[in-house]
């Protein structure tokens, strides 16, 4: 073999084209091994005349076969990953070929040397199989980073599923329900073509020095890393667990359907479709959660759904119903590959990366053992035993089944001992699953990872923000180091519409105290807003800035922490600023204060030649205070369609209140109340607003807060003469509520 080039990283385009070429052998690969092993594999062992044992060992050779990954190790060392896989793989569908005999041998010399030499060759076709799998996860970690790893596992897992999907279905027409045996030799050979096909793929995928490096590294060090690290003993005993109870359930499903409902071999092929089926389906939605939820939890999730469906078949009905039988292939398919995707992914984010090859050697080979001693001798041998108690039909297989509940409960507490790792609890991964919403979240962020075009990312931005799900938190912290204050922006107000976390706390802070005259101001409205006591130091900081939108929204934001150090400063600044903007946003941060004597600064700042807004946020703010902010609302909102609806509705509201009131109130003051109604609804700015002044002035004489309006009759009332018609009407309501409130 030539040598190779093996540069010290890979950049991110080679990491893009060797995803693409690995992707391309994935699926062409797919296609061969549907035509090689899987469900036509046993057919034809069972055509060759195979009891349930030679099955259970047939089935098993996947797993017992993965002892020879150690030798595969030796061959990356000196080829690197990618030819190491090659290579195997070319020479494991030669021997593949050899299938063809099978036939020949049962026929012309006796149906025995006929299985035995499928039997031998299988195991030689697995051996080379197992060897290149030596090469595949320390190829993924190099042509993967953190990022994108979980993504690129569904991904390929997904193109395979589907490949193997469309060749199985194909297959069932090709065989029929009782085929000869050409038409498998047939298979055979196209399968082996496409195999040959698909390591040429593989001998094209680029990689780095990384994977042949890490396998010199002596197994040895490796073995002492694992005694060392429990998290590390803990997922070799789930691997073991989990796969010897999927050898245990999967392969025996086509047994009991075969054997124990007797079916045709296009209806079993049809079964296993339907298998492939669900694990096509079931890629796609563990791809958009794995790297948001963890992988953990996935786990936890698709091994106990396992148990479940083991569970469902050891009380399957005595014949066969097609939708029942064909329900379970499909459930069975669906979280069988959420197993094999979220373990993939849970062990490359818990080894370290120089073990990554000697560690995944160690796992094949634990698994392949546990795996195929499960298969030959407890599945194959339980069922022969079964056998020989007299049980049959289904009734066998019931049995069996029951069995195998109890390896799943195992695997189940295998699954939970595995150390958490940054993720997300079970029970709200269940929600997610449940949850419309999330879903729309999990395809936008999917979409947002491939780093789309400006425009397409803030409209993934802003309907993550309307969407207001968790999920999205990460991707949008990440924007805000966008270059575009759009999308700054964007991701932000976003933010505002999910409870975050610790980590985007902190990086909101940061925002408050290094983005200055950019979104500074808009953070500080967060912080304020979501009550994040943490940031109240540096939103004292903004209290003196430059930036006199950042230092309004610091003072809102610190009064809603309720920060009494930062009061007296925002008081300052409220009865220093002539900035409208401060203003507006002082008075806010007043109300939010909640202390009644806060009204008298407030319309000791009403100030005629002021904005309309500023006058509208003062008496907001102080009508709160005294407990009438909402009627103050729904009255200003009718003022604004029509000056006469809102004082008609303000005099309907305070002829209730009189008659609420009786005889508390007197006539004098009803007589007041009734003068400054009509002044107000007569909207006139000619002449001095004789009945208003003579309503605060009895105000401040009999009300409980009287003292409070007190300013505004300093100076001969100067301030409410030169009132706008508008400011007129609050201050109307003001005094009639301060009388009758």
């Known amino acids: 073999m030539t040598p190779r080039e093996f540069p010290a990283r890979l950049t991110q385009a080679q990491k893009v084209r060797a995803q693409r070429r690995f992707l391309w052998f994935a699926s062409t690969n797919a296609l061969s091994y549907a035509a090689l092993a899987e469900s036509v594999l046993v057919l034809f062992a069972l055509q060759l005349g195979a009891r349930d044992w030679h099955i259970g060992l047939l089935t098993g050779y996947v797993y017992l076969a993965l002892v020879f990954v150690l030798a595969g190790k030796v061959l990356v060392s000196r080829w690197g990953a990618a030819r190491t896989h090659s290579a195997c793989w070319f020479t494991r569908n030669l ?3 050899s299938f063809i005999l099978a036939p020949w041998l049962y026929v012309n010399v006796s149906p025995a040397v006929g299985l035995g030499w499928l039997m031998v060759a299988a195991l030689v076709f697995f051996i080379f199989r197992a060897m290149g799998l030596s ?3 320390v190829l993924i970690n190099d042509i993967t980073g953190p990022e994108d790893r979980g993504r690129f596992i569904a991904r ?21 329900e009782t085929p000869e045996f050409w038409r498998f030799q047939w298979l055979i050979g196209i399968g082996c073509v496409l195999g040959v096909a698909a390591s040429v793929f593989m001998f094209n995928v680029p990689e780095s020095a990384g994977p042949r490096d890490s396998s010199r590294e002596p197994l040895v060090n490796t073995l002492q890393t694992l005694y060392g690290k429990r998290r590390l003993k803990r997922l070799l005993v789930m691997f073991a667990v989990v796969y010897a109870g999927i050898q245990l359930l999967v392969p025996f499903q086509i047994l009991a359907v075969k054997n124990g409902y007797g079916t045709g071999d296009r209806t079993t092929i049809i079964f296993v479709v339907l298998q492939m089926l669900g694990m096509v389906a079931g890629s796609w939605p563990v791809s958009l959660m794995i790297d948001r939820t963890g992988p953990r939890p996935i786990l936890i999730l698709n091994v106990f759904g396992l148990a479940v469906l083991a569970a ?37 984010n818990v080894v370290p990366g120089g073990s990554i090859l000697n560690m995944n050697l160690l796992t094949l080979v634990v698994q392949g053992a546990s795996a195929g001693l499960a298969g030959t001798v407890i599945g194959g041998g339980l069922l022969e035993l079964l056998r020989e108690f007299g049980l049959g039909g289904m009734e066998v297989y019931r049995t069996y089944f029951t069995a195998v509940v109890a390896v799943f409960g195992l695997a189940v507490v295998s699954v939970i001992r ?15 699953m449940f949850s419309p919403r999330d879903w729309r979240a999990l395809v936008n962020l999917q979409r947002l990872s491939d780093a789309p075009e400006r425009d397409e990312s803030l409209e993934l931005i802003e309907e993550l923000g309307t969407l207001g799900s968790e999920l999205g938190e990460t991707a949008l912290v990440e924007y805000l180091d966008s270059p575009l204050i759009t999308v700054r922006t964007a991701a932000l107000e976003a ?5 975050f976390g610790d980590s985007t706390t902190f990086r909101l802070i940061e925002e408050v105290k ?31 800035s430059n930036d006199f939108f950042l230092e309004g929204k610091a003072m809102v934001a610190l009064a809603q922490l309720g920060d ?10 409220f009865a220093t600023t002539y900035n409208p903007r401060l203003v507006i946003h002082g008075a806010r941060a007043l109300y939010y204060m909640g202390e009644a004597a806060n009204v008298a600064p407030l319309l000791r700042k009403l100030d005629p030649r002021a904005l309309p807004a500023e006058h509208d946020q003062i008496m907001a703010s102080a009508m709160g205070l005294l407990g009438w902010g909402g009627q103050f609302f729904r009255l200003m909102t009718l003022y604004n369609r029509g000056a006469v609806l809102g004082n008609d509705m303000l005099a309907d509201d305070v002829e209730k209140r009189l008659l609420a009131r009786g005889e508390e109130v007197d006539a004098a003051t009803r007589e007041a109340i009734k003068n400054a109604l009509e002044e107000a609804a007569a909207q006139t700015l000619s002449g001095e607003p004789a009945a208003l002044l003579a309503l605060l002035r009895l105000a401040e004489s009999k009300s409980e807060h009287g003292k409070l309006v007190k300013n505004l009759l300093e100076d001969d009332a100067a301030r409410v003469r030169a009132a706008t018609q508008r400011l007129r009407f609050s201050l109307t309501m003001l005094g009639v509520y301060l009388l009758v409130g």
């Open 95 to 97: 021997v593949a070929g």
């Open 495 to 499: 933010l505002d519409r999910i409870e």
């Open 564 to 573: 009494t150090a930062s009061y007296g400063r925002i008081a300052e600044i």
């Open 135 to 137: 090469a595949e996860n």
């Open 418 to 432: 595995l150390q958490p790792l940054t993720e997300r609890k079970v029970r709200e991964v269940v929600g997610m």
């Open 312 to 348: 469902l078949w050891a009380v399957s009905p005595d014949t066969a119903q097609l939708a029942y039988t064909g329900l379970l292939f499909f459930l069975v398919g669906w979280t069988m590959v959420g197993v094999f995707i979220a373990g993939g992914h849970y062990f490359q």
């Open 156 to 176: 390929w897992q997904g193109f395979a599923y589907i490949a193997m999907l469309g060749m199985l279905i194909g297959v069932s027409f090709w065989l029929g």
């Open 514 to 544: 290094d983005g200055e005259f950019s979104t500074a101001f808009m953070a500080a409205e967060i912080l304020g807003r979501h009550r994040v006591a943490q940031a109240a130091s540096a939103l004292r900081e903004a209290l003196y």
